[in-house]
């Protein structure tokens, strides 16, 4: 328990510390009108209140990851709880947090327009055309995911392909309204759930008298039934992903950066979001690492279900909570990867409108643009679940990786601190890199052969930005 509590205090902290030092590096202007006002639409520029929507972003963020992903990550034991913590804190919350203010600062844009001003015109339209099709991929997972818990709660004739079709029924209707009408109206209530149904699990852990496994120089080492095959580097760090850090955490930050009142409140909503989070993570590990005698016996249990997370998550909420309290769960966990996928093609609808330079007040231009997005994501949930699962977990990790090198490019420019970035950016590149060379969706090379080159492309792009920088500042270029 002492490792989870110190965790615990990490993230907090994070929150009231080291938030506000990034705080004062972005230099925020209370008195400068944001986007919400200055861009106000009625579809996806509107002013809310900072408290609907910090949980209006952190339900967009939630989705599986924080849940599934700590599941599957509780495998390599208490290692997996330094992630969470000290990856939110100084990594997944800074990211996030960058990502919204950015989009402020640039007028609500999208995160590919913002690496475009600051990595050029070819890294733009590279990412154009890579976050779209991360963000279809995200709709697809995030359709599959829970119309397989929904399929499992109702009566036979509801299928997984009736279920299919009914979220996919509600995706058009939230990509399509203007976002005060579902999302902003249902979004605070789902996330206000889903947090309770995490706080409600650890209280009943601890009452129940479940022991957490703690974390020594004795047990700092891989618990993964294969550890071989799944090393803790760069494995874990792509497993536990919406719970550290997460690229499609800064394709939502847009969304709510249209609709934030007042610079100020960025911390709250970006940051603030990343680390309760993180905190929902924290909870699912430390309960999956305990619940079923140990963290052996979590692999042997996952091995069994072929790493059905979902299967771990009915068991713990129905034991935990009873039968009202489990259903209330699980429909909370059901609720997440919804909401994050209805964003998620929200998000490339907004990504191809500004390419296209495409307004979207008339609801044609709406229908133009998501018609074959859908399309191209109902194809996607024909395809097996897994595979689109780890190619969606790489990109992930991978959009994370380009956008803190675009938040510290940044940075240099405006003369700021960038090294809060720069690490973080340096690590990620390590991770993604080493996991396409090693994993089996990727290279599949020798981990020898994969850890060499994953640590020397990254020294070279460190080395390759500071030559950027040192010519910038050379040449005595103005900020921007």
Same mark, same amino acid.
């Given at each position: 328990?002492?490792?989870?509590?110190?965790?615990l205090?990490?993230?907090?902290?994070?929150?009231?510390?080291?938030?506000?030092?990034?705080?004062?590096?972005?230099?925020?202007?209370?008195?400068?009108e944001?986007?919400?006002?200055?861009?106000?639409?009625?579809?996806?520029?509107?002013?809310m209140?900072?408290?609907?929507?910090?949980?209006?972003?952190?339900?967009?963020?939630?989705?599986?990851?924080?849940?599934?992903?700590?599941?599957?990550?509780a495998?390599?034991?208490?290692?997996?709880?330094?992630?969470?913590?000290?990856?939110?804190?100084?990594?997944?919350?800074?990211?996030?947090?960058?990502?919204?203010?950015?989009?402020?600062?640039?007028?609500?844009?999208?995160?590919?327009?913002?690496?475009?001003?600051?990595?050029?015109?070819?890294?733009?339209?590279?990412?154009?055309?890579?976050t779209?099709?991360?963000?279809?991929?995200?709709?697809?997972?995030?359709i599959?995911?829970?119309?397989?818990?929904?399929?499992?709660?109702?009566?036979?004739?509801?299928?997984?392909?009736?279920?299919?079709?009914?979220?996919?029924?509600?995706?058009?209707?939230?990509?399509m309204?203007?976002?005060?009408?579902?999302?902003?109206?249902?979004? *605070?209530?789902?996330?206000?759930?889903? #947090? %309770?149904?995490?706080?409600? !699990? +650890?209280? &009943?852990? $601890?009452?129940?008298?479940?022991?957490?496994?703690?974390?020594n120089?004795?047990?700092?080492?891989?618990?993964?039934?294969?550890?071989?095959?799944?090393?803790?580097?760069?494995?874990?760090?792509?497993?536990?992903?919406?719970?550290?850090?997460?690229?499609?955490h800064?394709?939502?930050?847009p969304?709510?950066?249209?609709?934030?009142?007042?610079?100020?409140?960025?911390?709250r909503?970006?940051?603030?979001?990343?680390?309760?989070?993180?905190?929902?993570?924290?909870i699912?590990?430390?309960?999956?690492?305990s619940?079923?005698?140990?963290?052996?016996?979590?692999?042997?249990?996952?091995?069994?279900?072929?790493?059905?997370?979902?299967?771990?998550?009915?068991e713990?909420?129905n034991?935990?909570?009873?039968?009202?309290?489990?259903?209330?769960?699980?429909?909370?966990?059901?609720?997440? *990867?919804?909401?994050?996928?209805?964003? #998620? %093609?929200?998000?490339?609808? !907004? +990504?191809? &409108?500004? $390419?296209?330079?495409?307004?979207?007040?008339?609801?044609?231009?709406?229908?133009?643009?998501?018609?074959?997005?859908?399309?191209?994501?109902?194809f996607?949930?024909?395809?097996?679940?897994?595979?689109?699962?780890?190619?969606?977990?790489?990109?992930?990790?991978?959009?994370?990786?380009?956008?803190?090198?675009?938040?510290?490019?940044?940075?240099?420019?405006?003369?700021?601190?960038?090294?809060?970035?720069?690490i973080?950016?340096?690590?990620?590149?390590?991770?993604?890199?080493?996991?396409?060379?090693l994993?089996?969706?990727?290279?599949?090379?020798?981990?020898?052969?994969?850890?060499?080159?994953?640590?020397?492309?990254?020294?070279?792009?460190?080395?390759?930005?500071?030559?950027?920088?040192?010519?910038?500042?050379?040449?005595?270029?103005s900020?921007?």
């Amino acid at each position: 328990m002492i490792t989870f509590v110190l965790s615990l205090a990490v993230l907090l902290l994070g929150y009231l510390v080291y938030s506000k030092i990034i705080e004062r590096i972005a230099e925020v202007d209370v008195n400068r009108e944001t986007p919400a006002y200055s861009l106000k639409d009625g579809v996806d520029y509107i002013p809310m209140p900072w408290w609907k929507v910090f949980l209006i972003q952190f339900l967009n963020i939630a989705g599986l990851g924080p849940i599934f992903g700590a599941v599957a990550g509780a495998m390599w034991g208490p290692i997996s709880f330094l992630w969470i913590a000290f990856g939110s804190v100084f990594a997944g919350a800074v990211h996030d947090y960058f990502s919204g203010m950015l989009s402020i600062k640039h007028k609500g844009l999208s995160i590919t327009e913002i690496v475009g001003i600051y990595m050029g015109v070819g890294t733009k339209q590279f990412m154009r055309g890579f976050t779209v099709l991360l963000m279809i991929m995200v709709g697809a997972v995030f359709i599959m995911g829970p119309a397989k818990i929904l399929s499992g709660l109702t009566p036979d004739f509801a299928t997984t392909t009736f279920w299919v079709w009914v979220v996919f029924g509600y995706y058009v209707l939230a990509t399509m309204l203007p976002i005060d009408k579902i999302i902003g109206r249902f979004y *605070p209530v789902f996330g206000f759930a889903l #947090a %309770f149904m995490a706080v409600g !699990l +650890i209280i &009943a852990l $601890f009452a129940k008298g479940y022991h957490i496994p703690e974390l020594n120089l004795t047990k700092l080492h891989n618990y993964h039934v294969n550890s071989e095959q799944f090393p803790v580097f760069p494995m874990l760090f792509i497993t536990i992903a919406c719970g550290a850090i997460s690229g499609f955490h800064a394709t939502q930050s847009p969304l709510m950066a249209r609709c934030v009142t007042n610079e100020k409140y960025g911390r709250r909503v970006f940051y603030g979001a990343m680390i309760t989070e993180g905190i929902v993570a924290l909870i699912w590990a430390a309960i999956s690492m305990s619940f079923f005698g140990g963290i052996r016996e979590l692999n042997d249990i996952m091995t069994e279900n072929s790493g059905n997370a979902a299967f771990i998550v009915n068991e713990i909420s129905n034991s935990l909570l009873g039968k009202f309290g489990g259903i209330l769960a699980l429909l909370g966990v059901v609720a997440a *990867p919804i909401t994050s996928g209805d964003t #998620a %093609f929200r998000s490339a609808r !907004l +990504i191809v &409108a500004d $390419f296209l330079n495409y307004k979207q007040g008339p609801i044609k231009n709406r229908l133009f643009v998501s018609i074959p997005l859908f399309a191209i994501g109902f194809f996607l949930t024909q395809i097996d679940f897994s595979i689109i699962w780890r190619y969606f977990a790489w990109s992930n990790q991978t959009l994370a990786m380009i956008v803190l090198w675009t938040i510290t490019v940044y940075l240099v420019r405006e003369r700021k601190f960038y090294w809060i970035t720069l690490i973080p950016a340096v690590f990620m590149t390590a991770v993604t890199t080493t996991y396409l060379l090693l994993a089996p969706e990727g290279f599949s090379f020798s981990k020898e052969i994969s850890y060499s080159f994953g640590i020397l492309f990254s020294v070279i792009t460190l080395l390759g930005f500071f030559v950027y920088r040192n010519r910038y500042f050379k040449k005595g270029l103005s900020t921007i």
